[in-house]
C-alpha cells in the first residue's frame, strides 16, 4: 500500500518497519489471489488480508512523523507537497498504465462491461486514474464501481493523499494532547464500522461486509465513510505514536522475526464467530486496528536489526513494497478471468498460475523500482525539489 522508504538523507532508517511493510504487501498479493476462490469475506482463505491496509496506515503516519515533523521550519507546504507527489505519483501512473494493458483481458464472467468499453473511454479513465482523479460509479467500466476500474488498489493512495494533506495543513500544528483527543475520537469511528453500530445509518448497502472493516474503494456515501474511518484512527494513531517515542518497544532478539509473525498472525486469522455470532469478527478487526497494529509499530521501530543477511532482506522488502502494492492487482482481474473460463482445470494448474502471478507480481515491482521509479524521483527531485543545487 501507500508510503514510502522508511529513511531520510539525514536520518537512521527503520529497517525493520521497512521489512514488516514488505511481509505485509506480499500477504496481501496472495490475499487477493485466494480472493479469485472465496464466494464472500467469511470464507476468504487468508481471511483478514483487507487489514494490512489499516497497517500501512499506522506506517505510513508514523513515517511521515518521522521524516517531516522537524523540518516545517525549513520546508513549505509546497514543497512537501511536491516531495509526496514525488514520492507516491510514479508508481501510481505505472500501476494505472499497466491495468490500462491488461483491462481486456480481464473479461471475466461478471466483468461484462469490460469488453463493452469502447477505446476512447478506457483512455479516459486510464488519464483521469493517472492523476489520481476517482472516478464516480456512473463511470464504471469494469462493475465493481472503483475509484479506479484499471487498478483497484489505487484507492488506499487517494486516502493517503487526503491524508497527507490533512496532516501539512492541520494536523501537524496539534499539541500532543489535542492529536491524542483526535485519535481517541476518531477510534469511534473504527468501531463503528467493525461492530456494524452504524451511526449514520450508511453502511446498510455493504451487508455483504458486516462486522468487517472491509470499503472504501468507491465513491458512494457508505464507501466514502468507510475510507474516512479506515483512515483516521490508523494514519493519525501512527504519527501520535511517533510523538509518544518513549512507548517504543525494545524487542532485544527477534525483533524482525516476532513482527513478521505477529503481522502475518492478523491477516491470515480466520474468519472468527460464525454465522451466529458475527459481531466476534468486528471486535477483532477493531482490536487489531486500535491495540494491535500500534503495538507492532512500536515494537518494529523499538527494536534493533540484527544480522547482514537479515538486513538485506529488510531492505529488499522495503523497497518493492510500494510497487508491489500498487502494481500487482491488474494481473489479479486477469487471474480471476483465467480461473473463471477454466474452473475446471485440475487443482494444480490453477496453483501453478496463482504462483506465477505472485512471483511476476514481484519480478514486476523489482524491475519498476530499478528501470523507473528510482530514476524518475531522482529526476524530478533535481527539477523541482533541488534546482538551485543543480545550476
Not at 472465496?38 to 487489514?51: F, R
Not at 489499516?54 to 521550519?73: E, H, M, P, T
Not at 483516521?232 to 504519527?239: N, R, V
Request: proline fraction near 4%; glycine fraction near 8%; hydrophobic fraction near 50%.
Amino acid at each position: 500500500m501507500a508510503a514510502e522508504t522508511i529513511h531520510s538523507a539525514s536520518k537512521p532508517r527503520f529497517e525493520i518497519l521497512d521489512g514488516l511493510r514488505g511481509v505485509a504487501a506480499m500477504i496481501v498479493v496472495a490475499f487477493h489471489l485466494f480472493e479469485t476462490y472465496s464466494s464472500g469475506p467469511s470464507d476468504q482463505i487468508l481471511n483478514h488480508g483487507y487489514l494490512a491496509v489499516d497497517f500501512f496506515f499506522v506506517l505510513s503516519g508514523f513515517v511521515i512523523g518521522y521524516a517531516y515533523d522537524d523540518r516545517w521550519q525549513r520546508m513549505s507546504t509546497w514543497n512537501f507537497f511536491k516531495r509526496r507527489l514525488i514520492r507516491l505519483q510514479p508508481m501510481v501512473v505505472l500501476g494505472t498504465l499497466i491495468g490500462a494493458f491488461w483491462f481486456y483481458f480481464s473479461a471475466a464472467p461478471g466483468f461484462e462491461l469490460v469488453m463493452r468499453t469502447p477505446w476512447w473511454k478506457l483512455m479516459l479513465i486510464m488519464v483521469l486514474g493517472c492523476i489520481m482523479f476517482p472516478t464516480p460509479p456512473s463511470m464504471d467500466i469494469r462493475g465493481w464501481k472503483e475509484i479506479n476500474s484499471l487498478n483497484g488498489a489505487q484507492w488506499s493512495l487517494l486516502w493517503e493523499y487526503i491524508a497527507n494533506i490533512l496532516y501539512a495543513l492541520f494536523v501537524r500544528r496539534f499539541s500532543k494532547f489535542l492529536l491524542a483527543l483526535f485519535v481517541f475520537l476518531s477510534a469511534f469511528l473504527t468501531i463503528d464500522i467493525a461492530m456494524n453500530i452504524d451511526t449514520f445509518g450508511l453502511l446498510e448497502a455493504r451487508c455483504y461486509a458486516k462486522y468487517t472493516v472491509i470499503g472504501g474503494f468507491g465513491l458512494t456515501p457508505d464507501q466514502i465513510y468507510i475510507g474516512i474511518s479506515r483512515l483516521l484512527y490508523p494514519f493519525f494513531g501512527g504519527l501520535l505514536l511517533y510523538r509518544m517515542g518513549k512507548w517504543r518497544i525494545n524487542l532485544r532478539k527477534g525483533g524482525m522475526t516476532i513482527c513478521s509473525l505477529a503481522v502475518a498472525a492478523t491477516l491470515v486469522t480466520p474468519h472468527i464467530g460464525g454465522d451466529n455470532h458475527e459481531w466476534l469478527n468486528g471486535l477483532y478487526c477493531a482490536v487489531i486496528i486500535l491495540l494491535v497494529y500500534p503495538a507492532i509499530v512500536a515494537a518494529g521501530a523499538g527494536s534493533e536489526l540484527k544480522g547482514r543477511t537479515t538486513t538485506a532482506v529488510c531492505k529488499f522488502l522495503g523497497m518493492i513494497s510500494y510497487p508491489l502494492y500498487i502494481t500487482h492487482y491488474p494481473m489479479i482481474y486477469v487471474q480471476m478471468n483465467w480461473a473463471a473460463r477454466h474452473a475446471d482445470a485440475p487443482l494444480g494448474t490453477h496453483i501453478w498460475v496463482a504462483a506465477s502471478i505472485f512471483t511476476a507480481s514481484i519480478a514486476v515491482a523489482y524491475a519498476s523500482v530499478i528501470v523507473y521509479d528510482i530514476p524518475v524521483r531522482e529526476w524530478l527531485s533535481e527539477k523541482f525539489i533541488y534546482p538551485k543545487k543543480n545550476k
